[in-house]
């Protein structure tokens, strides 16, 4: 059989499609096209997550400290209704959930890829993303972002060789 480029036409025959090295050739171009692309796509939605859990946390310590400048306390909510002398209430079940319902309708992806973990103490709360596994975002390096309400940023459960600046973006 002789290659493609030999082929002679025939008057009045017009010779339509390709030669199967071709496809082959194109098939292979298409291979390695894909083969970076893909990595390189997954760990842009990685780094998307990532940076969208940050932000979940940086609104939550938001509406905290609201909530703190009320009653110069993380652990009670004020009542204006309360005509005592202490309008002030503990109720750490109800602050939690008005954060969650302030933050999470804004990070949708988010509750694919992290759960959202509030510790409240009277004068200070710690606030952790913690990725799911098994999950997409499972295989990220970063690990667990935590933030506290002195702003302070670390990680848990992170790859060693990923810095906290690399994770946090700073």
């Given at each position: 059989?002789?290659?493609?480029?030999l082929?002679?036409?025939?008057?009045g025959?017009?010779?339509?499609?390709?030669?199967?090295?071709?496809?082959?050739?194109?098939?292979?171009?298409?291979?390695?096209?894909?083969a970076?692309?893909?990595?390189?796509?997954?760990e842009?939605?990685?780094?998307?997550?990532?940076?969208?859990?940050?932000?979940?946390?940086l609104?939550?310590?938001?509406?905290?400290?609201?909530?703190?400048?009320?009653?110069?306390?993380y652990?009670?909510?004020?009542?204006?209704?309360?005509?005592?002398?202490?309008?002030?209430?503990?109720?750490?079940?109800?602050?939690?959930?008005?954060?969650?319902?302030?933050?999470?309708?804004?990070?949708?992806?988010?509750?694919?890829?992290?759960?959202?973990?509030?510790?409240?103490?009277?004068?200070?709360?710690?606030?952790k993303?913690?990725?799911?596994?098994?999950?997409p975002?499972?295989?990220?390096?970063?690990?667990?972002?935590?933030?506290?309400?002195?702003?302070?940023?670390?990680l848990?459960?992170?790859?060693?060789?990923?810095?906290?600046?690399?994770?946090?973006?700073?």
């Amino acid at each position: 059989m002789r290659p493609a480029f030999l082929i002679r036409q025939r008057p009045g025959h017009l010779e339509r499609g390709f030669t199967l090295i071709e496809l082959m050739i194109a098939l292979a171009i298409f291979a390695v096209v894909m083969a970076f692309a893909i990595p390189s796509y997954s760990e842009h939605v990685r780094r998307s997550a990532r940076m969208d859990a940050q932000m979940m946390l940086l609104r939550a310590a938001n509406e905290l400290e609201w909530i703190y400048t009320q009653c110069n306390n993380y652990t009670h909510l004020y009542d204006a209704e309360d005509t005592s002398d202490t309008p002030c209430k503990e109720n750490k079940t109800v602050i939690e959930s008005f954060v969650r319902d302030k933050v999470l309708p804004a990070s949708q992806v988010n509750l694919q890829r992290y759960r959202l973990d509030i510790a409240l103490q009277e004068q200070a709360f710690t606030l952790k993303a913690i990725r799911k596994r098994p999950g997409p975002q499972s295989k990220d390096k970063c690990g667990t972002f935590i933030l506290d309400n002195l702003g302070n940023r670390s990680l848990e459960h992170n790859d060693p060789q990923f810095e906290l600046k690399e994770c946090w973006n700073r």
